[in-house]
């Protein structure tokens, strides 16, 4: 009963989400040839960190595999990712629209509603993650390339743990407000401002594992967890 109601709860932005990441990952792949049309227009005078963002994505579209890791998972798979990630990390238990007081009447546990919700939403972000990321190396044959399915499964698995941490911290603030859009904003907030930072360190750079990121995202994940559960079973209602 609480999968099911977990799953009546999230399923549209689950549904909406995995509908707008398979358009978006199916134009990354069908606007290659006019991306590489376009290279020999770019400038090679450009100065300044402009220039060099623009040298360093030049070069890295030249090679497919290149310009899907910097287009996709790089920026678009990872910032439509993360934002769903905090949109089903925001379908929390004490939102109106959840039925609250019904939920929390149930004869469970709260840390056990709280699990059913997590472990719901997890699921659905890890076939956001991998579903949309597969699809890449299915579509690339259409334009005569090809990507590598375990290149994008890894790469998926990287963007489902990092994800994750936003979702959790999602989660962790919808248990301190009644309504989904502190939350959301906070959240939002957030991310934008981790994803500046991430751009002036290159913390995402092609061809390495950000082992640290990655380490670091699992532990926040977890943490961030457990101070959800501790938090709804202490609020008073």
């Given amino acids: 009963m609480l999968w099911y109601k977990s799953w009546l709860e999230t399923r549209w932005r689950f549904l909406i989400g995995l509908a707008l990441l398979l358009c978006s990952a199916a134009a ?3 606007t290659y040839p006019q991306v590489m049309k376009l290279m ?18 030049v070069v890295l579209a030249r090679d497919y595999r290149g310009y899907v890791w910097s287009q996709w998972f790089r920026q678009n798979g990872r910032q439509w990712t993360t934002l769903f990630a905090i949109i089903l990390g925001t379908a929390g238990i ?25 472990a719901t939403g997890l699921l659905e972000l890890l076939l956001l993650a991998f579903v949309p990321s597969l699809l890449i ?89 457990y101070g959800a559960v501790i938090n709804l079973q202490h609020r008073d209602f």
Avoid: C, K
Avoid at 40 to 57: D, F, H, Q, T
Avoid at 149 to 155: F, R
């Fill in 94 to 118: 004490l939102t109106p629209a959840s039925g609250a007081l019904f939920t929390l009447s149930l004869p469970v546990s709260r840390a056990r509603l709280l699990g059913v919700r997590a």
């Fill in 28 to 30: 990354t792949v069908f």
């Fill in 40 to 57: 020999p227009m770019v400038p090679a005078n450009i100065s300044g960190p402009l220039g060099e963002r623009i040298r360093e994505a």
């Fill in 137 to 225: 190396p299915m579509l690339s044959p259409a334009i005569q390339q090809s990507y590598s399915v375990g290149s994008a499964l890894g790469q998926a698995a990287s963007l489902f743990v990092t994800a994750s941490a936003f979702f959790t911290l999602a989660l962790l603030l919808s248990t301190f407000f009644d309504d989904p859009w502190r939350p959301l904003m906070i959240a939002l907030a957030i991310a934008i401002a981790l994803g500046i930072v991430a751009q002036i360190f290159r913390i995402h750079r092609f061809g390495h594992v950000p082992w640290g990121l990655l380490l670091t995202s699992a532990v926040a994940s977890l943490v961030l967890y």
